[in-house]
């Protein structure tokens, strides 16, 4: 499976984007799929996943309530939608996902159980 990311990009405090996550190679609908984000200089942090029905989700707490993750099975894409967007939002975004069915809970936010990753997509949040 083939993971890229698109729909990043700059963008002022407090406005929107949404990025996409597009596999190719073969479907993912079965698969957890997460997007995760990276600053200069910082670790890889967890942001939202989606299990494999879109059934539930799960977000770090930094961007509840801000951003929503959804997928689309018949486009084979995972979105990222992020509103009211802040300085510290900037980063590149990574979708990333698991060939299982399941992630256990306490471990969906962390990077080992990804087995595959897209390539990243620039978000620049302007203050």
């Known amino acids: 499976v083939q993971l890229v990311e698109s729909g990043g990009g700059l963008v002022q405090t407090g406005g929107s984007l949404r990025l996409s996550c597009a596999a190719s190679?073969?479907?993912?609908?079965?698969?957890?799929v997460g997007w995760f984000r990276q600053a200069p200089g910082k670790e890889r942090d967890f942001v939202a996943a989606?299990?494999?029905?879109?059934?539930?989700?799960y977000y770090a707490d930094s961007v509840k309530d801000r951003f929503t993750i959804s997928r689309d099975k018949v486009r084979n894409t995972v979105y990222l939608q992020m509103n009211t967007l802040k300085p510290e939002d900037t980063a590149v975004y990574y979708c990333?996902?698991?060939?299982?069915?399941?992630?256990?809970?306490?471990?969906?936010?962390?990077?080992?159980?990804?087995?595959?990753w897209g390539q990243g997509t620039q978000v620049t949040v302007s203050s």
């Open positions: 190679g073969r479907t993912f609908s079965t698969y957890v």
């Open positions: 990333a996902a698991n060939r299982g069915i399941i992630i256990p809970l306490d471990l969906i936010g962390t990077i080992d159980p990804y087995d595959y």
């Open positions: 989606i299990n494999w029905n879109g059934g539930s989700t």
